[in-house]
Protein backbone atom coordinates (compact mmCIF):
# COMPACT_ATOMS: atom_id res chain seq x y z
CA UNK A 1 0.00 0.00 0.00
CA UNK A 2 1.52 3.36 -0.74
CA UNK A 3 -0.04 6.97 0.17
CA UNK A 4 0.39 11.02 -0.89
CA UNK A 5 1.93 13.03 1.77
CA UNK A 6 0.92 17.16 1.49
CA UNK A 7 2.88 19.88 2.83
CA UNK A 8 0.66 22.37 3.54
CA UNK A 9 2.70 25.20 4.55
CA UNK A 10 -0.05 28.42 5.55
CA UNK A 11 0.11 31.71 6.84
CA UNK A 12 -0.92 30.45 10.86
CA UNK A 13 0.48 26.83 10.59
CA UNK A 14 2.26 24.30 8.65
CA UNK A 15 0.21 20.97 8.50
CA UNK A 16 0.97 17.12 6.93
CA UNK A 17 -1.55 15.19 5.60
CA UNK A 18 -1.52 11.93 4.19
CA UNK A 19 -3.96 10.82 2.08
CA UNK A 20 -4.94 7.26 0.51
CA UNK A 21 -5.61 6.33 -3.08
CA UNK A 22 -9.17 7.25 -2.88
CA UNK A 23 -8.31 10.70 -1.53
CA UNK A 24 -9.46 10.34 2.54
CA UNK A 25 -6.85 11.30 5.04
CA UNK A 26 -5.09 8.68 6.61
CA UNK A 27 -3.22 10.96 9.09
CA UNK A 28 -3.03 14.84 9.94
CA UNK A 29 -0.34 16.82 12.03
CA UNK A 30 0.03 20.70 12.77
CA UNK A 31 1.99 23.13 14.08
CA UNK A 32 1.22 26.83 14.70
CA UNK A 33 3.80 29.24 13.35
CA UNK A 34 5.05 32.54 14.94
CA UNK A 35 3.35 35.80 13.64
CA UNK A 36 5.97 38.33 14.38
CA UNK A 37 4.86 42.10 13.66
CA UNK A 38 7.79 44.30 13.78
CA UNK A 39 6.21 47.72 12.96
CA UNK A 40 2.15 48.20 12.71
CA UNK A 41 0.94 46.75 8.91
CA UNK A 42 4.42 45.07 9.01
CA UNK A 43 4.15 40.68 9.24
CA UNK A 44 6.95 38.44 9.12
CA UNK A 45 7.29 35.12 9.84
CA UNK A 46 10.93 33.35 10.59
CA UNK A 47 11.91 30.90 7.59
CA UNK A 48 14.11 28.83 9.27
CA UNK A 49 10.32 28.01 11.73
CA UNK A 50 8.72 27.60 8.63
CA UNK A 51 10.72 24.56 7.28
CA UNK A 52 11.61 22.96 11.02
CA UNK A 53 7.83 22.82 11.66
CA UNK A 54 7.34 21.68 7.80
CA UNK A 55 9.27 19.18 8.72
CA UNK A 56 8.48 17.93 11.90
CA UNK A 57 4.80 17.76 11.20
CA UNK A 58 5.73 15.74 7.91
CA UNK A 59 7.35 13.23 10.38
CA UNK A 60 4.52 13.12 13.12
CA UNK A 61 2.34 12.58 10.22
CA UNK A 62 4.16 8.89 9.07
CA UNK A 63 4.47 7.86 12.54
CA UNK A 64 1.01 8.37 13.57
CA UNK A 65 0.20 6.73 10.07
CA UNK A 66 3.17 4.18 11.43
CA UNK A 67 3.96 4.49 7.66
CA UNK A 68 7.82 4.21 6.83
CA UNK A 69 9.15 7.11 3.84
CA UNK A 70 8.59 3.92 1.50
CA UNK A 71 5.59 3.34 1.68
CA UNK A 72 4.83 7.46 0.30
CA UNK A 73 4.69 7.47 -3.20
CA UNK A 74 5.15 11.34 -3.41
CA UNK A 75 4.78 14.49 -1.75
CA UNK A 76 3.15 17.51 -2.77
CA UNK A 77 3.64 20.86 -1.86
CA UNK A 78 1.28 23.61 -1.68
CA UNK A 79 2.05 27.05 0.63
CA UNK A 80 0.72 30.45 1.52
CA UNK A 81 1.43 32.37 -1.64
CA UNK A 82 3.33 35.70 -2.10
CA UNK A 83 5.49 35.37 1.12
CA UNK A 84 9.24 36.11 0.17
CA UNK A 85 12.23 34.94 1.69
CA UNK A 86 15.65 35.70 0.11
CA UNK A 87 18.74 33.55 1.38
CA UNK A 88 22.21 32.80 1.02
CA UNK A 89 22.99 30.41 -1.74
CA UNK A 90 26.71 29.03 0.31
CA UNK A 91 24.92 28.86 4.20
CA UNK A 92 21.58 28.14 3.24
CA UNK A 93 21.05 31.27 5.77
CA UNK A 94 18.28 33.74 5.01
CA UNK A 95 19.18 37.11 4.99
CA UNK A 96 16.05 38.68 7.08
CA UNK A 97 12.49 36.96 8.05
CA UNK A 98 10.27 36.02 5.48
CA UNK A 99 8.04 39.59 4.66
CA UNK A 100 4.91 37.45 4.40
CA UNK A 101 1.94 38.99 2.26
CA UNK A 102 -0.55 40.60 4.47
CA UNK A 103 2.94 42.98 5.16
CA UNK A 104 2.16 46.74 3.84
CA UNK A 105 5.89 47.91 4.12
CA UNK A 106 6.24 48.59 0.44
CA UNK A 107 2.78 49.92 -0.02
CA UNK A 108 4.45 54.08 -0.38
CA UNK A 109 7.12 51.57 -3.10
CA UNK A 110 3.63 50.71 -5.31
CA UNK A 111 1.96 54.43 -5.02
CA UNK A 112 5.61 55.57 -6.48
CA UNK A 113 5.37 52.76 -9.59
CA UNK A 114 1.79 53.94 -9.72
CA UNK A 115 2.68 57.64 -10.45
CA UNK A 116 5.27 56.46 -12.90
CA UNK A 117 2.74 54.97 -14.64
CA UNK A 118 3.92 51.52 -14.70
CA UNK A 119 0.86 49.88 -13.32
CA UNK A 120 -0.84 49.10 -16.60
CA UNK A 121 2.40 47.12 -17.34
CA UNK A 122 1.94 45.42 -14.24
CA UNK A 123 -1.65 44.40 -15.17
CA UNK A 124 -1.11 43.53 -18.54
CA UNK A 125 1.60 41.47 -18.53
CA UNK A 126 1.91 39.74 -14.71
CA UNK A 127 -2.34 39.85 -14.60
CA UNK A 128 -2.36 41.49 -11.15
CA UNK A 129 -3.27 44.61 -9.46
CA UNK A 130 0.26 46.99 -9.00
CA UNK A 131 -0.40 46.29 -4.92
CA UNK A 132 2.42 45.45 -1.93
CA UNK A 133 0.76 41.89 -1.41
CA UNK A 134 2.89 40.72 -4.00
CA UNK A 135 6.46 39.55 -3.90
CA UNK A 136 8.18 41.51 -6.21
CA UNK A 137 8.33 44.75 -4.14
CA UNK A 138 8.79 42.64 -0.80
CA UNK A 139 12.54 41.30 -2.97
CA UNK A 140 13.03 45.08 -3.76
CA UNK A 141 12.74 46.03 -0.38
CA UNK A 142 15.16 42.97 0.70
CA UNK A 143 17.62 44.09 -1.15
CA UNK A 144 17.71 47.59 -0.98
CA UNK A 145 17.20 47.76 3.07
CA UNK A 146 19.61 44.43 3.92
CA UNK A 147 23.28 45.96 4.33
CA UNK A 148 25.53 44.09 1.23
CA UNK A 149 22.35 42.37 -0.21
CA UNK A 150 22.27 43.84 -3.47
CA UNK A 151 25.82 43.34 -4.13
CA UNK A 152 25.90 39.84 -3.64
CA UNK A 153 22.50 39.60 -5.31
CA UNK A 154 24.18 40.95 -8.34
CA UNK A 155 27.26 38.48 -8.05
CA UNK A 156 24.77 35.23 -7.81
CA UNK A 157 25.51 34.81 -3.97
CA UNK A 158 21.76 35.46 -3.19
CA UNK A 159 18.12 33.34 -3.45
CA UNK A 160 15.11 34.17 -4.08
CA UNK A 161 12.47 31.99 -3.38
CA UNK A 162 8.15 31.97 -2.48
CA UNK A 163 7.37 29.25 0.36
CA UNK A 164 7.54 26.29 -2.06
CA UNK A 165 10.53 27.16 -3.37
CA UNK A 166 12.01 27.60 0.31
CA UNK A 167 10.80 24.05 1.19
CA UNK A 168 12.16 22.47 -1.41
CA UNK A 169 15.52 23.85 -1.31
CA UNK A 170 15.82 23.06 2.36
CA UNK A 171 14.25 19.73 1.08
CA UNK A 172 16.68 18.94 -1.30
CA UNK A 173 19.54 19.95 0.53
CA UNK A 174 19.88 23.18 -1.46
CA UNK A 175 20.10 21.40 -4.42
CA UNK A 176 16.72 22.54 -6.36
CA UNK A 177 15.88 25.74 -6.99
CA UNK A 178 12.13 25.90 -8.60
CA UNK A 179 8.90 27.17 -8.55
CA UNK A 180 5.78 26.16 -10.12
CA UNK A 181 3.60 28.30 -12.32
CA UNK A 182 1.05 29.05 -9.83
CA UNK A 183 3.73 30.61 -7.44
CA UNK A 184 5.73 32.38 -10.22
CA UNK A 185 2.24 33.86 -11.38
CA UNK A 186 2.07 35.28 -7.53
CA UNK A 187 5.21 37.26 -7.46
CA UNK A 188 4.32 40.37 -9.73
CA UNK A 189 7.95 39.59 -11.73
CA UNK A 190 6.34 36.65 -14.12
CA UNK A 191 5.05 37.32 -17.74
CA UNK A 192 1.68 34.89 -17.87
CA UNK A 193 1.16 34.93 -21.19
CA UNK A 194 4.97 34.66 -22.20
CA UNK A 195 5.42 32.25 -19.70
CA UNK A 196 9.03 33.82 -18.72
CA UNK A 197 10.58 36.23 -16.06
CA UNK A 198 9.70 39.55 -17.36
CA UNK A 199 12.93 41.38 -17.73
CA UNK A 200 11.23 44.96 -18.01
CA UNK A 201 10.12 44.76 -14.30
CA UNK A 202 12.95 42.93 -12.83
CA UNK A 203 14.95 46.10 -14.49
CA UNK A 204 12.13 48.24 -12.82
CA UNK A 205 13.05 46.93 -9.42
CA UNK A 206 16.57 46.12 -9.33
CA UNK A 207 16.02 42.68 -9.08
CA UNK A 208 18.69 40.44 -10.41
CA UNK A 209 17.47 37.72 -13.14
CA UNK A 210 19.74 35.34 -11.28
CA UNK A 211 18.07 34.97 -7.75
CA UNK A 212 15.27 33.88 -9.42
CA UNK A 213 14.12 30.49 -9.30
CA UNK A 214 13.39 27.94 -12.42
CA UNK A 215 10.18 27.72 -13.40
CA UNK A 216 8.37 24.55 -13.72
CA UNK A 217 4.63 22.44 -14.02
CA UNK A 218 2.79 22.55 -11.24
CA UNK A 219 2.51 18.54 -11.84
CA UNK A 220 5.80 16.80 -12.42
CA UNK A 221 8.83 15.01 -10.05
CA UNK A 222 11.09 17.97 -10.10
CA UNK A 223 13.45 16.73 -7.44
CA UNK A 224 14.15 13.92 -4.60
CA UNK A 225 14.15 14.43 -0.61
CA UNK A 226 15.66 12.05 1.60
CA UNK A 227 15.21 13.54 5.09
CA UNK A 228 12.27 11.19 6.16
CA UNK A 229 14.57 8.06 6.33
CA UNK A 230 14.30 7.05 2.35
CA UNK A 231 13.58 8.78 -0.75
CA UNK A 232 10.45 10.30 -1.48
CA UNK A 233 9.84 12.46 -4.84
CA UNK A 234 8.66 15.87 -4.90
CA UNK A 235 6.27 15.71 -7.71
CA UNK A 236 3.25 18.43 -6.79
CA UNK A 237 3.51 22.22 -6.21
CA UNK A 238 0.64 24.70 -6.17
CA UNK A 239 -0.17 27.97 -4.03
CA UNK A 240 -2.89 27.03 -1.50
CA UNK A 241 -5.62 28.81 -3.82
CA UNK A 242 -4.91 27.61 -6.84
CA UNK A 243 -4.48 24.13 -5.08
CA UNK A 244 -7.78 24.28 -3.48
CA UNK A 245 -9.27 24.99 -6.81
CA UNK A 246 -7.43 21.44 -8.29
CA UNK A 247 -8.28 19.70 -5.04
CA UNK A 248 -12.33 20.64 -6.08
CA UNK A 249 -11.40 19.05 -9.37
CA UNK A 250 -12.28 21.98 -11.19
CA UNK A 251 -10.31 21.51 -14.39
CA UNK A 252 -12.44 22.80 -17.13
CA UNK A 253 -12.98 26.44 -18.34
CA UNK A 254 -15.93 27.66 -16.01
CA UNK A 255 -16.10 25.88 -12.98
CA UNK A 256 -15.31 27.60 -9.85
CA UNK A 257 -14.33 27.03 -5.97
CA UNK A 258 -15.02 29.57 -2.97
CA UNK A 259 -13.08 28.88 0.19
CA UNK A 260 -15.10 30.71 3.28
CA UNK A 261 -12.07 31.07 5.69
CA UNK A 262 -11.17 34.39 7.82
CA UNK A 263 -11.40 35.81 4.04
CA UNK A 264 -13.48 34.27 0.87
CA UNK A 265 -11.20 33.33 -1.86
CA UNK A 266 -12.74 32.35 -5.23
CA UNK A 267 -11.21 31.35 -8.06
CA UNK A 268 -12.57 30.38 -11.42
CA UNK A 269 -10.86 28.34 -14.11
CA UNK A 270 -11.03 30.07 -18.10
CA UNK A 271 -9.29 27.64 -19.41
CA UNK A 272 -5.58 27.62 -21.47
CA UNK A 273 -6.46 31.01 -22.20
CA UNK A 274 -5.70 33.95 -19.45
CA UNK A 275 -8.86 36.81 -19.27
CA UNK A 276 -8.41 39.68 -18.36
CA UNK A 277 -10.34 41.43 -15.98
CA UNK A 278 -12.33 44.74 -16.44
CA UNK A 279 -14.52 44.29 -13.80
CA UNK A 280 -12.11 44.38 -10.54
CA UNK A 281 -10.09 41.05 -10.84
CA UNK A 282 -6.99 39.09 -10.67
CA UNK A 283 -5.61 37.00 -13.29
CA UNK A 284 -3.93 34.10 -12.37
CA UNK A 285 -2.28 30.89 -13.34
CA UNK A 286 -4.13 27.93 -12.52
CA UNK A 287 -2.38 24.63 -11.62
CA UNK A 288 -0.56 23.36 -14.84
CA UNK A 289 -0.17 19.56 -16.05
CA UNK A 290 0.34 17.41 -18.94
CA UNK A 291 2.26 20.71 -20.66
CA UNK A 292 -0.99 22.63 -20.30
CA UNK A 293 -1.12 25.70 -18.87
CA UNK A 294 -4.06 26.83 -17.33
CA UNK A 295 -5.54 30.53 -16.50
CA UNK A 296 -8.20 31.57 -13.74
CA UNK A 297 -9.59 34.58 -12.06
CA UNK A 298 -9.49 35.44 -8.63
CA UNK A 299 -11.59 37.73 -6.30
CA UNK A 300 -10.92 37.91 -2.82
CA UNK A 301 -13.44 39.27 0.05
CA UNK A 302 -11.27 40.93 2.56
CA UNK A 303 -14.11 39.79 5.47
CA UNK A 304 -16.03 36.50 5.46
CA UNK A 305 -15.58 34.33 8.31
CA UNK A 306 -14.03 37.33 10.37
CA UNK A 307 -17.39 38.90 10.43
CA UNK A 308 -18.43 35.72 12.67
CA UNK A 309 -15.28 36.09 14.77
CA UNK A 310 -16.37 39.65 15.10
CA UNK A 311 -19.51 38.93 16.82
CA UNK A 312 -18.61 36.44 18.96
CA UNK A 313 -16.00 38.05 20.04
CA UNK A 314 -16.03 42.25 19.87
CA UNK A 315 -20.09 42.07 20.05
CA UNK A 316 -20.86 38.87 22.30
CA UNK A 317 -23.76 38.16 20.25
CA UNK A 318 -22.66 34.39 19.84
CA UNK A 319 -20.61 32.39 21.77
CA UNK A 320 -19.54 29.96 18.59
CA UNK A 321 -19.54 30.34 15.19
CA UNK A 322 -21.98 27.27 14.71
CA UNK A 323 -24.47 28.98 16.81
CA UNK A 324 -24.70 31.72 14.10
CA UNK A 325 -26.72 29.36 11.78
CA UNK A 326 -29.28 28.44 14.28
CA UNK A 327 -29.80 32.20 15.03
CA UNK A 328 -30.20 33.03 11.79
CA UNK A 329 -32.71 30.46 10.73
CA UNK A 330 -34.88 31.58 14.04
CA UNK A 331 -35.98 34.60 11.78
CA UNK A 332 -37.52 34.32 8.63
CA UNK A 333 -36.02 37.09 6.73
CA UNK A 334 -33.24 40.21 7.23
CA UNK A 335 -35.99 42.00 8.17
CA UNK A 336 -34.47 44.73 6.07
CA UNK A 337 -30.83 44.65 7.72
CA UNK A 338 -27.78 44.67 6.31
CA UNK A 339 -24.46 44.50 7.28
CA UNK A 340 -21.27 45.24 5.03
CA UNK A 341 -18.51 44.30 6.81
CA UNK A 342 -15.76 47.05 5.35
CA UNK A 343 -13.80 46.63 8.06
CA UNK A 344 -10.67 47.15 5.93
CA UNK A 345 -12.38 48.63 3.34
CA UNK A 346 -13.29 46.31 0.46
CA UNK A 347 -11.89 43.97 -2.49
CA UNK A 348 -12.93 42.80 -5.56
CA UNK A 349 -15.07 44.08 -7.47
CA UNK A 350 -14.97 47.64 -5.25
CA UNK A 351 -11.20 47.90 -4.54
CA UNK A 352 -11.79 50.83 -1.60
CA UNK A 353 -8.89 50.90 0.66
CA UNK A 354 -11.32 53.69 2.67
CA UNK A 355 -15.04 51.94 2.61
CA UNK A 356 -15.96 51.45 6.34
CA UNK A 357 -18.74 48.88 8.21
CA UNK A 358 -21.91 49.68 8.08
CA UNK A 359 -25.28 48.29 9.36
CA UNK A 360 -28.26 49.52 7.69
CA UNK A 361 -31.97 49.44 8.06
CA UNK A 362 -32.79 49.21 11.42
CA UNK A 363 -35.79 49.72 12.91
CA UNK A 364 -37.62 48.83 16.13
CA UNK A 365 -38.33 45.48 15.20
CA UNK A 366 -34.82 44.42 14.46
CA UNK A 367 -33.29 42.06 16.43
CA UNK A 368 -30.46 40.17 17.30
CA UNK A 369 -30.94 37.90 14.59
CA UNK A 370 -31.84 39.59 12.01
CA UNK A 371 -27.69 41.40 12.73
CA UNK A 372 -26.67 37.94 12.43
CA UNK A 373 -28.32 36.65 9.93
CA UNK A 374 -27.30 39.78 7.82
CA UNK A 375 -23.66 38.54 9.02
CA UNK A 376 -24.03 35.49 7.11
CA UNK A 377 -25.53 36.94 4.33
CA UNK A 378 -22.67 39.55 4.24
CA UNK A 379 -20.57 36.38 3.21
CA UNK A 380 -23.02 35.34 0.19
CA UNK A 381 -23.81 38.86 -0.84
CA UNK A 382 -19.70 39.63 -1.79
CA UNK A 383 -19.96 36.10 -2.95
CA UNK A 384 -22.66 37.33 -5.55
CA UNK A 385 -20.52 40.45 -6.39
CA UNK A 386 -17.21 38.09 -7.13
CA UNK A 387 -19.45 35.75 -9.33
CA UNK A 388 -21.19 38.82 -11.58
CA UNK A 389 -17.42 40.35 -12.02
CA UNK A 390 -16.16 36.73 -13.52
CA UNK A 391 -19.27 36.49 -15.51
CA UNK A 392 -18.96 39.51 -17.01
CA UNK A 393 -15.24 39.51 -17.29
CA UNK A 394 -14.87 35.09 -18.93
CA UNK A 395 -18.58 35.41 -20.03
CA UNK A 396 -19.22 31.79 -18.88
CA UNK A 397 -22.01 31.12 -16.62
CA UNK A 398 -21.23 29.53 -13.47
CA UNK A 399 -23.52 26.26 -13.17
CA UNK A 400 -22.72 25.07 -9.75
CA UNK A 401 -19.95 26.57 -7.03
CA UNK A 402 -17.83 24.41 -5.26
CA UNK A 403 -17.58 25.11 -1.48
CA UNK A 404 -14.71 24.85 1.35
CA UNK A 405 -13.41 26.67 4.30
CA UNK A 406 -14.47 26.62 7.43
CA UNK A 407 -17.74 28.73 7.03
CA UNK A 408 -18.96 26.63 4.52
CA UNK A 409 -19.52 24.09 7.52
CA UNK A 410 -22.91 26.66 7.88
CA UNK A 411 -26.15 25.22 6.01
CA UNK A 412 -27.84 28.15 6.02
CA UNK A 413 -24.98 30.27 4.59
CA UNK A 414 -24.71 27.79 1.95
CA UNK A 415 -28.22 27.43 0.82
CA UNK A 416 -28.30 31.50 1.04
CA UNK A 417 -25.55 31.31 -1.34
CA UNK A 418 -27.39 29.61 -3.55
CA UNK A 419 -30.31 31.44 -3.64
CA UNK A 420 -29.08 34.74 -4.10
CA UNK A 421 -27.00 32.66 -6.78
CA UNK A 422 -29.37 31.52 -8.22
CA UNK A 423 -26.46 28.58 -8.67
CA UNK A 424 -26.53 25.32 -6.46
CA UNK A 425 -23.67 25.02 -4.21
CA UNK A 426 -21.53 21.67 -3.48
CA UNK A 427 -20.36 20.98 -0.20
CA UNK A 428 -17.53 18.01 -0.54
CA UNK A 429 -16.81 15.05 1.70
CA UNK A 430 -13.14 16.01 2.18
CA UNK A 431 -13.29 19.30 2.32
CA UNK A 432 -9.16 19.73 3.05
CA UNK A 433 -9.30 20.78 -0.80
CA UNK A 434 -6.12 22.64 -0.40
CA UNK A 435 -3.96 19.65 0.98
CA UNK A 436 -5.67 17.51 -1.56
CA UNK A 437 -4.90 19.65 -4.67
CA UNK A 438 -1.39 19.09 -3.92
CA UNK A 439 -1.69 15.72 -3.22
CA UNK A 440 -3.38 14.88 -6.67
CA UNK A 441 -0.75 17.31 -8.59
CA UNK A 442 1.92 14.55 -6.81
CA UNK A 443 0.15 11.44 -7.72
CA UNK A 444 -1.00 12.35 -10.84
CA UNK A 445 3.21 13.04 -11.73
CA UNK A 446 3.97 9.45 -10.10
CA UNK A 447 0.90 7.66 -11.88
CA UNK A 448 0.02 6.52 -8.61
CA UNK A 449 -3.77 8.57 -9.90
CA UNK A 450 -3.38 7.93 -13.89
CA UNK A 451 -5.49 10.79 -14.94
CA UNK A 452 -7.77 13.38 -13.77
CA UNK A 453 -10.30 11.05 -14.20
CA UNK A 454 -9.19 9.39 -11.32
CA UNK A 455 -9.68 12.30 -9.24
CA UNK A 456 -13.39 13.22 -10.62
CA UNK A 457 -14.11 9.80 -9.23
CA UNK A 458 -12.78 9.96 -6.11
CA UNK A 459 -14.94 13.17 -5.09
CA UNK A 460 -17.35 12.49 -3.11
CA UNK A 461 -19.99 15.26 -2.44
CA UNK A 462 -21.40 15.73 1.23
CA UNK A 463 -24.30 17.68 0.45
CA UNK A 464 -25.59 19.86 -2.44
CA UNK A 465 -27.58 23.16 -1.71
CA UNK A 466 -30.43 24.33 -4.49
CA UNK A 467 -31.41 27.54 -5.26
CA UNK A 468 -35.24 27.78 -3.88
CA UNK A 469 -35.50 31.36 -3.38
CA UNK A 470 -37.97 32.88 -6.15
CA UNK A 471 -36.72 35.66 -8.67
CA UNK A 472 -38.47 38.34 -7.38
CA UNK A 473 -37.36 38.06 -3.74
CA UNK A 474 -33.49 37.12 -5.14
CA UNK A 475 -33.72 41.12 -7.20
CA UNK A 476 -34.92 42.88 -3.90
CA UNK A 477 -32.72 41.79 -1.62
CA UNK A 478 -29.70 41.89 -3.96
CA UNK A 479 -30.52 45.52 -4.32
CA UNK A 480 -31.09 46.21 -0.93
CA UNK A 481 -27.27 44.70 -0.70
CA UNK A 482 -26.68 47.13 -3.63
CA UNK A 483 -27.56 50.16 -1.78
CA UNK A 484 -25.89 49.29 1.60
CA UNK A 485 -22.61 48.69 -0.22
CA UNK A 486 -22.96 52.29 -1.61
CA UNK A 487 -23.61 53.41 1.98
CA UNK A 488 -20.44 52.09 2.93
CA UNK A 489 -17.82 53.08 -0.16
P1 LIG B 1 -8.64 30.23 7.80
O1 LIG B 1 -8.09 29.09 6.99
O2 LIG B 1 -8.75 31.52 7.07
O3 LIG B 1 -8.02 30.37 9.16
P2 LIG B 1 -10.96 28.50 8.23
O4 LIG B 1 -11.22 27.87 6.90
O5 LIG B 1 -10.41 27.67 9.33
O6 LIG B 1 -10.18 29.86 8.07
O7 LIG B 1 -12.37 29.10 8.72
C1 LIG B 1 -12.46 29.85 9.91
C2 LIG B 1 -13.48 30.96 9.74
O8 LIG B 1 -14.76 30.41 9.48
C3 LIG B 1 -13.60 31.81 10.98
O9 LIG B 1 -13.57 33.17 10.59
C4 LIG B 1 -14.95 31.45 11.57
O10 LIG B 1 -15.60 32.58 12.13
C5 LIG B 1 -15.72 30.93 10.39
N1 LIG B 1 -16.61 29.81 10.74
C6 LIG B 1 -16.27 28.60 11.22
N2 LIG B 1 -17.35 27.83 11.42
C7 LIG B 1 -18.42 28.57 11.05
C8 LIG B 1 -19.83 28.33 11.01
N3 LIG B 1 -20.36 27.17 11.37
N4 LIG B 1 -20.60 29.34 10.58
C9 LIG B 1 -20.09 30.52 10.18
N5 LIG B 1 -18.77 30.79 10.21
C10 LIG B 1 -17.95 29.84 10.63
Given at each position: M?????????T??S?A?????N??????????????YP?????????????????V??????I????????I??????N??????I??R??G??????????????A???D??????????????????????????K??W??????????K?E????????I????????T????H?T????????M?Y??????W??E???????????????VE?C????????????I???????DQ????F????????????T????????M??????V?????????M?A??????Q??L??????G????????????M??T?????????S??????V?????F?G?????????A?????G??R??G???????????????T???????????????D????????????????????V?????????????????A?????????????T????ANR???????????????????S?W????????
Amino acid sequence: MKFIMALDQGTTSSRAIIFDQNGKIVSVAQKELTQIYPNPGWVEHNADEIYTTQAVVAHEALISAKLPAASIAAIGITNQRETTVIWDRATGKPIHNAIVWQCRRTASCCDKLREEGFEPIIKSKTGLKLDAYFSATKVNWLLENIPGAKEKAEKGELLFGTIDTWLIWKLTKGKTHVTDHTNASRTMLYNIHTCEWDSEILAKLWIPKCILPTVVESCGHVADTDIFGGSIPIAGIAGDQQAALFGQACFGPGQAKNTYGTGCFMLMNTGTQPVESRHGLITTMAASYCGQTQYALEGSVFIGGAVIQWLRDELGMISTAAESEKIAKSVTDNNGVYLVPAFVGLGAPHWDAYARGTISGLTRGAGKAHIVRAALESMAYQTLEIVEAMAADAHTPLDALQVDGGASANNFLMQFQADVLGVKTVRPVVTETTALGAAYLAGLAVGYWQSTGDIIANRAVEQEFTPQMDAGTRALLISGWKKAVARAL
